[in-house]
């Protein structure tokens, strides 16, 4: 099990992100194709009993039917106002009025799978730019935690702290992890109250919303599986669907 805590560690620093990053630069391939491959690789060097322990919780956080419920395509997006790194307060309404937001919930700078979806998303920042809209990634880990995230990952938006959960909480993707899960990643070293500056084990879904100028939420998706991630090619086609071609 060592090796395999090292895995997880290891994914968490800067060096070997970079390092797969570069591995994985294949222009045909997916961010998903990405976090396969490196689902593969853990799940070879993982402890059998962690690994059903974590199989397990996210089968329990799919019955639990998070997924259809909570905010959807056609419903309005609720207000929020979250803080940068930096201190900078940022609202959904500022956010708007410039155009069409993609929301981003990721679970923290911990998370292998995260760090990769981030980074995606930052390649093709440009493009989403360029349809007209904004984009926030917003996780329940505090400022120093979501600082280390966007500088690591040389992120051109902005990364804010949802401390408690709130805007989570709001937007239904809220999961509390089951005792045996807590264990586990407690284990790996990963102590979510800390890190979130909460007194509980919770979670959100790795949700991304994109939302018409309007607040209407045009595309919502919200997976329970936290290793399935939306493709930054699918975000764009979502914004030029919304905006309509270009004159």
């Not at 970079?18 to 994985?24: K, Q």
């Not at 690591?152 to 909480?169: C, H, I, K, N, T």
């Not at 997976?223 to 090619?233: F, G, L, N, Q, V």
């Amino acid at each position: 099990s060592n090796s395999f805590c090292t895995l997880l560690v290891l994914t968490a620093t800067p060096t070997l992100r970079n390092m797969s990053a570069t591995a994985t630069a294949a222009p045909a391939s997916s961010l998903q194709a990405e976090l396969d491959a490196f689902k593969a690789q853990f799940v070879s060097q993982a402890p059998k009993e962690a690994l059903d322990i974590m199989t397990d919780a996210t089968a329990q956080v799919a019955a639990s039917g998070i997924e259809k419920t909570g905010l959807q395509a056609g419903d309005k997006m609720p207000a929020f106002e979250l803080k940068d790194v930096q201190g900078a307060a940022h609202s959904s309404a500022a956010l708007l009025a410039k155009g069409p937001l993609v929301v981003v919930f990721y679970r923290g700078g911990w998370c292998p799978y995260c760090n990769m979806q981030l980074r995606s998303y930052a390649k093709a920042f440009p493009q989403i730019a360029a349809a007209g809209a904004s984009l926030v990634a917003i996780s329940p880990e505090a400022p120093d935690f979501a600082a280390e995230t966007s500088k690591s990952g040389d992120l051109p938006f902005p990364v804010l702290s949802d401390a408690g959960l709130d805007v989570e909480r709001k937007f239904g993707l809220v999961f509390e992890l089951t005792p045996e899960l807590q264990k586990v990643y407690d284990s790996f070293g990963i102590n979510l109250p800390a890190r979130n500056g909460a007194d509980k084990w919770e979670l959100p879904l790795p949700a991304v919303f994109v939302v018409g100028a309007d607040g209407v939420v045009a595309t919502a998706h919200r997976p329970a599986d936290y290793t399935i991630r939306k493709e930054p090619s699918a975000i764009v086609a979502d914004l030029q669907a919304l905006t309509g071609p270009k004159a």
